[in-house]
């Protein structure tokens, strides 16, 4: 009970985090990246709640436009990797066999260098950007989730009711979109929930590194990098961000626990 | 046949990782000879020298012959060519990181194991729940707060406000205090979790019950009936998180400014200089090709049957 309602909280938190990051104007009247120096360095409070950088800009507008990137490449990683994963465990899966073997030896074979290093190198081929990052941590993400799915829609393929599809004559790729993925959405959801929540953490992380966003758009994990200079004068530069990332991804973590069955 | 098989796996997944390095560099924009024959030069190349270097080499010859050539110097005299941005020698520039990165990873590997042993352990056993959910919960604040927002909250207040360690850098003992203890942190985390499940697995087996019905006493129960068939699962499945362990290597290097494998590779892709991030991918690649046959290797050990059904993926 405490657990659902704590979920139901959370995913309405975020669902508000979201919107004010993608509607930003209802939220802050500033520009992003607006250089006022006469406001430069100002504490949080008054007009800027979260007070201004080193060069007057409002950091909570920043921290908004920032969410976009740093959520926004995160649901896209947790679409475009779920997606994948399904489709890959779903057909891997409901073949098996020499398909089986060969679809989960290619995933396996991607698995072998960590995702966020084979990400990097990923990237370092391709045009510099955000999309570029968020095509690469997709590539490097989705064999995990495919191995999780796969097992789980395998025990899936027992039941009966395909058993009786199969007897009327059902095509496989009704099969598997009509019968085979629905039945596993609950996984499926967790998925895209813990994808989502690992997309913030890779996105922030190579950000802050110096790779995706181009100066001076903010992200959250660029904004950090940003403040390092300021940490003894201006802590809250870096709190800011810190605390968005930590936040969603709690947020994320008990929305998931919608999907648990009931005790 | 079993080993055979794996160690064929092995070699197909490496010709991979070496095709992928090779074309790296393959699609770099400029011509290659003209590249090499201007290392260590304060002037323009004469012409002979890029011919003659495009000769040695084999820049004039199909792709599939220069592959061979490439593989044959890497593998047979250690020769990946040169930075395009220092101009030194990749091996040299690869081999004077690599220790700095063990050391790291190695530390840090060893006081993991201290830490989420004992923890998970208990948090696998206990009996009381809220012992066991704040363990899990310590152990999720560890893996879920970004590594590179632990090393800069970590500088901020050890180092910044209370002044008590260095911020960045190398030099005695006091240098390494925060980045191994940002990465314990992090490392500890997945591994608490991973041996907290691994006992938890086994402590609901049937013959647990049987054990306590006939009144061991606890201690026993757990070491000798629980730990003792949970180790090889968890030393698996720890293999398995070396990979968190290098993802977390190179963040941690970058942000202490530690001249290590992970740092060398950022900088490099931010400069865009292939021959190294070849060099790199190739380590790497290599690391983690010895790594992965450990693990199937431990699996087959573990459990014979897995051997029958291996290639349908590792579900722990």
């Known amino acids: 009970m405490i657990r659902k309602a704590l979920g139901f909280i959370s995913l309405g938190l975020l669902v508000l985090i979201l919107l004010a990051c993608f509607f930003p104007g209802f939220v802050s009247p500033y520009q992003p990246n607006a250089i006022e120096f006469s406001r430069k360095f100002f504490p949080p409070g008054g007009p800027h709640w979260m007070g201004t950088d080193e060069l007057g800009r409002d950091v909570l507008t920043r921290l908004l436009y920032g969410g976009r990137v740093t959520l926004g490449s995160a649901l896209g990683i947790a679409v475009g990797s779920t997606l994948l994963a399904s489709l890959w465990a779903g057909v891997s899966a409901y073949n098996g066999g020499a398909v089986d073997e060969l679809l989960t030896r290619i995933a396996d074979l991607l698995m072998i260098i960590p995702g966020l290093l084979f990400a990097l190198l990923l990237v370092s081929i391709m045009e510099p950007g955000m999309s570029s990052l968020v095509i690469a941590l997709i590539i490097a993400r989705w064999p995990g989730y495919s191995r999780i799915l796969r097992g789980q829609i395998y025990s899936l393929l027992s039941e009966d009711y395909l058993l009786a599809a199969r007897a009327i004559g059902a095509r496989s790729s009704r099969i598997i979109w009509h019968h085979l993925l629905p039945n596993a959405r609950t996984l499926i959801l967790t998925v895209f929930g813990l994808s989502f929540a690992s997309g913030i953490i890779s996105i922030s992380s190579l950000s802050y590194l110096g790779f995706g966003v181009q100066l001076p758009n903010p992200e959250w994990g660029a904004m950090i990098n940003a403040a390092r200079p300021f940490l003894q004068i201006r802590p809250y530069l870096m709190v800011f961000p810190g605390l968005a990332i930590v936040i969603t991804i709690l947020l994320t973590n008990f929305s998931l626990g919608l999907l648990e069955p009931e005790a | ?316």
């Open chain 2, 1 to 316: 046949m079993f080993i055979l098989r794996k160690l064929l796996i092995g070699l197909i997944y490496l010709v991979v990782i070496s095709l992928g390095a090779f074309l790296m560099v393959r699609q770099m924009p400029g011509d290659p000879a003209l590249l090499i024959a201007n290392q260590n030069r304060e002037s323009e190349a004469p012409p002979e020298l890029v011919e003659q270097i495009r000769e040695e080499y084999g820049f004039d010859e199909p792709l599939p012959e220069q592959y061979w050539r490439w593989l044959g110097r890497v593998v047979l005299k250690g020769d990946l060519g040169y930075s395009t941005h220092t101009q030194q020698p990749v091996t040299s520039a690869v081999l004077r990181s690599l220790p700095i990165s063990l050391q790291l990873a190695g530390i840090t590997f060893g006081l993991t194991l201290l830490i989420s042993f004992p923890l998970g352990l208990l948090a696998g056993v206990t009996r009381n729940q809220q012992l066991d959910a704040f363990i899990q919960g310590l152990a999720w604040t560890g893996y879920s707060i970004p590594v590179f927002l632990l090393a800069v909250v970590a500088i901020w207040l050890f180092a910044v406000e209370w002044d008590l360690l260095p911020a960045i850098g190398r030099g005695g003992i006091r240098y390494m205090v925060l980045p191994v203890a940002v990465l314990t942190i992090h490392l500890s985390g997945w591994n608490t979790q991973i041996i907290r499940s691994s006992m938890r697995e086994i402590a609901g087996k049937p013959y647990i019950k049987v054990a306590e019905a006939k009144g061991l006493k606890r201690a026993r129960i757990v070491l000798i009936h629980i730990l003792k068939p949970a180790l090889l699962p968890i030393i698996t499945a720890l293999l398995i998180q070396l990979g968190n362990l290098f993802s977390g290597t190179f963040i941690i290097e970058t942000v202490f400014a530690w001249n290590g494998v992970g740092r060398l590779l950022v900088d490099s892709i931010l400069a865009r200089d292939f021959p190294v991030i070849q060099g790199i991918l190739l380590y790497v690649g290599v690391v983690f090709a010895l790594i992965n046959l450990m693990i199937d290797l431990l699996y087959g050990y573990l459990n014979p049957a897995a051997i029958e059904t291996l290639g349908k993926g590792r579900s722990s």
